[in-house]
């Protein structure tokens, strides 16, 4: 064989060194590996059965204190006033989670947290004034320990900063989909054989076992292990420059989930439209289906992008899969479409959570984190609202084309940020 070809050779049998090597760092980045770690288990544990008393509560509240005051108006302003203290204030405790200590500041709330559930519980047994109901729920909502953001900046702590991150966080967030979805379900069955305030008291002792066995599982604040480019001082950023660093993260979110709320109605709609009422609850858990299947496979893949490219891509794909979403309004079969319109809801947030990781010191991770669940939520709020106005005189056909434009916003958010950071 002469030297040209033994060069060419070993040129060809080089090409497939990386992909051999890319390959096996591949077969690390599984959800096993994931679990293997001593703590994770134990982490998912925790924040599986917070997640699982939140999803208990929405509904055992409603039917609590609609039975106290007689009133489905008083029940849902009750539960906007839980929703809205938890969602508003959620930066403020994950504030306070930064600066005490993620075990001690949980603990601290969880104690908050106990003292409210005691007076929402005394006050839906023995009271119906409306407005010491809604105040009870409001106080309750304040308190809400945030151990889904607490565990979100634990995960580092746990496995570090390499692609496993992305696996665990993904692990992580489809878990908790899951379990939102099992706690209305396990509050609806203890509320059929026992009262309404023996499911929402069952919501709050779940929570505080979730708090007690998260303060006792968690790792510390301290990372023993980041990557060298991650190092950051632990400095707690001022509340305003803890937005700012992640104003153009939260925009995509918050147009995410304002098209997410805006399902929420549209798709009830749906059904009611074609008689089957009893459909409206397995195609709004369609969405979900889907996103858990989008964040399963996003965690099981080790990306060469990176987050931020990543993000925007995920954002462009959240346009794509919503796109076909009109055709679901005009008469075509709405169940490919709502799992499609599902697959890039989890890789979103998990990516806006290590985007959140990656922008804020280690003083400010928790506080940073409540605002990427905060701009969800508050988007899905804001567009079951402005649903509620447009369905009355909008045809679904163009009620389902809001989600598409809406999510529009998210890349030209990316895009002016992109540009103002050029600039400077």
């Known amino acids: 064989m002469g030297r040209l070809e033994i060069v060419c050779g070993a040129l060809w049998l080089g090409s497939f060194a990386k992909p051999v090597e890319r390959m096996v760092d591949q077969a690390r980045v599984t959800y096993r590996a994931v679990l293997g770690r001593p703590a994770a288990l134990r982490l998912l544990v925790a924040a599986g059965l917070a997640q699982l008393a939140m999803g208990m509560l929405g509904l055992a509240l409603v039917l609590s204190v609609r039975q106290a005051a007689d009133s489905f108006a008083v029940a849902g302003l009750a539960s ?152 950051r001082p632990s400095v707690q950023l001022p509340p305003l420059a803890v937005l700012r660093n992640l104003l153009g993260v939260l925009i995509p979110l918050l147009a995410t989930g304002i098209g997410l709320g805006i399902l929420d109605v549209a798709v009830p709609a749906l059904a009611l439209r074609h008689g089957d009422a009893a459909l409206a609850g397995f195609m709004v858990a369609t969405l979900s289906i889907g996103s858990a299947l989008g964040g399963l496979v996003y965690g099981r893949r080790k990306w060469r992008y990176s987050i931020s490219a990543r993000y925007r891509l995920l954002c462009l794909g959240v346009i794509v899969c919503f796109a076909p979403l009109p055709l679901i309004g005009a008469g075509v079969s709405p169940w490919p479409f709502l799992v499609l319109a599902g697959l890039p809801i989890a890789p979103v947030l998990v990516t806006g959570y290590l985007l959140a990781d990656q922008l804020t010191p280690d003083g400010s991770k928790t506080e940073a984190a409540t605002w990427i669940s905060t701009a969800n939520n508050s988007g899905v709020a804001i567009g079951a609202a402005l649903v509620g106005t447009l369905i009355t005189y909008l045809p679904l056909t163009a009620i389902f084309a809001v989600p598409v434009v809406v999510a529009a916003f998210g890349p030209i958010a990316l895009l002016a940020q992109h540009s103002r950071s050029a600039v400077s």
Request: hydrophobic share 55%; charged share 10%; proline share 8%.
């Open 80 to 231: 906007g006033a839980f929703a809205l203290t938890a969602g508003v204030l959620a930066p403020a405790r994950g504030r306070i989670v930064d600066r005490m200590g993620r075990r001690r500041g949980v603990l601290i709330l969880g104690a908050g947290y106990l003292l409210a559930g005691i007076l929402l519980l005394t006050f839906v047994e023995t009271v119906s004034a409306p407005a010491a109901l809604i105040a009870a729920a409001a106080g309750a909502g304040a308190f809400a320990p945030p151990i889904s953001a607490a565990t979100r900046t634990a995960w580092p702590d746990v496995i570090g900063r390499g692609p496993l991150l992305t696996t665990a966080l993904s692990l992580d967030t489809t878990i908790e989909q899951v379990l939102s979805l099992a706690g209305p379900v396990i509050a609806g069955v203890l509320m059929a054989t026992t009262q309404p305030a023996a499911a929402l008291a069952v919501s709050v002792a779940v929570e505080l076992i979730a708090v007690l066995l998260f303060t006792r599982w968690a790792p510390g604040t301290r990372q023993p292990h980041p990557a060298p480019e991650t190092v």
